[in-house]
């Protein structure tokens, strides 16, 4: 039986994804703030927890890393339900599919059932990204480009806010300035619905591409979990069975280092803000 935390939000099942940690860019913090303050049955960690990428690069793993790994394992042992289904960052522990690690089950995908009975295909969705799937090397590109852009908000945002300027979001401007961009989200969108229904399921939470939305596609339910790298968003059921995205910086994260304010994620005027890779910009390039 699950233990809840004093006054801790309660929420039936929680998805999260795209955590990144082993970056700079990963929000540490927030993450961690969220897990100690949130309380689930089931928790589904939905791929790209860990960068492999980038840990293979060069090694970067602060305290807090190990403290959100050691708060998700606390999680399993004291019965959250905890199951991690690798992403393409962390496909190393793709080998360890069908085992256990520390009570926190790793599987390719899975299948939830809602508390009002309806079926959800779980998966990290990179299997239907085609620059993933057939260009790995213009992945690998992105993904450094993707830190770049990073490195150049962080700095940006430092200076706006010595302006006494609010947060402003380089990579959620170029992602709705670009048209290839919103293009590769719909057309994403449109084939993880369409494995669910391929599959006979009632709809599909996956990650990925760092876009958090929740919408019908056809007769599929599409969820998408965002990332904690800008957006630090989690994909929650309730008790009731009904599914809602949490933007924890919205929330009002209680960060424990105050310091980590200028980290802060805003969100602007689109509904589902989020981060596309910057490898979308590259996938155009090469069409």
């Known amino acids: 039986m699950n233990v809840y935390a004093e006054g801790a939000r309660r929420y ?4 999260i994804s795209d955590v990144h940690l082993g970056t700079r860019g990963c929000k540490a913090e ?34 807090t890393h190990n403290d959100i790994v050691q708060k998700l394992l606390r999680k ?3 019965g959250t339900k905890v199951l991690f289904i690798p992403g393409n960052h962390d496909e190393f522990a793709r080998d360890y599919a069908t085992l ?14 809602t508390a009002d009975g309806k079926h959800l295909l779980v998966l990290h969705g990179d299997a239907f990204d085609g620059v993933v799937k057939y260009a790995k090397w213009l992945a690998h590109l992105g993904d450094h480009a993707y830190t770049f852009a990073l490195w150049i908000n962080h700095w940006l945002n430092v200076v706006r806010r010595r302006l006494g300027l609010s947060y402003w979001s380089l990579s959620a401007y170029l992602k ?23 599959r006979g399921v009632d709809g599909v939470v996956c990650g990925h591409i760092h876009h958090a939305e929740i919408r019908t596609i056809g007769d599929v339910l599409y969820s998408n979990c965002g990332d904690w790298v800008e957006s630090c968003t ?54």
């Open 12 to 15: 039936r099942s929680i998805w």
């Open 76 to 78: 399993a042992r004291k």
């Open 176 to 198: 709705h300035k670009v048209k290839n961009a919103v293009q590769y989200i719909a057309s994403y969108e449109q084939a993880v619905a369409e494995e669910a229904r391929r």
């Open 234 to 287: 989690a994909v929650v059921e309730h008790f009731d069975g009904s599914l809602e995205i949490v933007r924890w910086s919205e929330a009002g994260a209680r960060a424990a280092d105050r310091g980590a304010q200028e980290k802060l994620c805003e969100y602007l005027s689109s509904p589902t803000p989020g981060i596309l890779r910057s490898m979308v910009s590259f996938a155009r390039f090469t069409r």
């Open 100 to 113: 256990s690690l520390g009570e926190i089950e790793v599987a390719w995908d899975a299948v939830h059932e």
């Open 30 to 63: 927030f993450l961690l703030d969220f897990l100690k303050h949130t309380e689930s049955e089931y928790l589904y960690l939905a791929g790209d927890i860990i960068d492999g990428w980038r840990l293979k690069r060069s090694w970067y793993w602060p305290q």
